[in-house]
């Protein structure tokens, strides 16, 4: 099944690093990022898991929860979260899946045969407290994934979420935002943008960000 943006993210209850994990209990009014592993004791895995953790303030700054997935069995997710936080100076404090029967892999088309016919690829979820698919990544096994281009996004998506703005390429947090092109009456944008706005055309107009 391919998942697309919008769509309720699966439920699923499954073994874990902390034991059985029911995913939609466990995210609760969260957002969420799911990321799928090729295997254990893989070396980029081992990166972007000690990366993940070294976030966790980040994370918990915009109510987000991690929570990793790998196909190996719950025993060897253990041996592996030593080795993560012996060579990467830190404390794994997520969750990772044991999705030794595929079951969440299908769920979440984790399995891409044409790159390999039993590991997962390297795919990212973000999903929002409704359980809703907002945002989905994949890379091939060869290639670390960009947390700060994660973070990025989930600002993105917080802050879109809540005001009529959309952000413009290489935005960053605290940078001027794009108006809706929607949004046309006057009264409308006094009371909605009271910092006023730069038209550079009429469909492309800048804002400073709004509060969060």
Known sequence: MSLRLGDTAPDFTQDSSIGPLSFHEWLGDS???LFSHPADYTPVCTTELGATAKLAGEFKKRNV???ALSVDP???HHGWIKDINETQS???NFPIIADADRKVSELYDLIHPNASATA???SVFVIDPKKKIRLTLTYPASTGRNFNELLRVIDSLQLTEYHSVATPANWEDGQDVVI???ITDPEV???KFPKGFKAVKPYLRLTPQ???
């Open 210 to 212: 709004p509060n969060k």
């Open 90 to 92: 830190t404390e794994v």
């Open 65 to 67: 929860k991690a929570i």
């Open 120 to 122: 997962t690829v390297r």
């Open 189 to 191: 944008l006094k009371t």
């Open 74 to 76: 719950v025993e060897s």
């Open 31 to 33: 957002w969420a990022i």
């Open 180 to 182: 809706l092109p929607s």
